[in-house]
């Protein structure tokens, strides 16, 4: 991350069963209550995507639980919420989603300068093979790292 940026939460299982070609960094358009909930962590979203309608690119199956130290006033945990892109950004997107097998996938919430932020990938699927070379490839370098320190100790 850069500097002043605070992870939020970070959505391990998409770099798992998604190949990242490409990554942008989103607004986030929020209502009242949801700016604190998230900045607390209070947010859920493995199986987000999202979706572009009328040059609009909007952010499904993400949840934002309710904050608890509000009223009533209080929003909609499940609400799509509408991503924050330029205009050359949202057509160099449809262009890139209208190919065969890519979508776009949250993959971190972050804050930035005090504002949520979104970094969205369009990603590919990955085959099961693909998922085995990199769990393969995890586990030696775990190893390898398990030996290095090892040796170091003595």
Request: proline share 3%.
């Amino acid at each position: 991350m850069a500097e002043g940026t605070k992870l939020i939460a970070q959505n391990k299982k998409a770099f798992f069963n998604y190949q990242v070609d490409e990554k942008y960094e989103c607004g986030l358009e929020l209502q009242g209550t949801e700016v604190k909930s998230v900045k607390a962590g209070n947010i859920s979203f493995p199986d987000a995507f999202a979706e572009i309608r009328n040059n609009e690119v909007w952010m499904k199956n993400c949840h934002i639980a309710e904050y608890s130290f509000s009223s009533i006033f209080n929003h909609n945990p499940d609400r799509p919420k509408k991503l924050l892109l330029h205009a050359e950004e949202i057509k160099r997107l449809v262009r890139k989603t209208e190919e065969k097998g890519y979508t776009l996938i949250p993959l971190d919430f972050h804050l930035k300068n005090g504002r949520v932020k979104v970094t969205l990938g369009v990603c590919k699927g990955k085959k099961l093979y693909d998922k085995r070379a990199d769990i393969k490839e995890r586990d030696n370098k775990r190893d390898l790292q398990r030996e290095f320190r090892k040796r170091l100790d003595g």
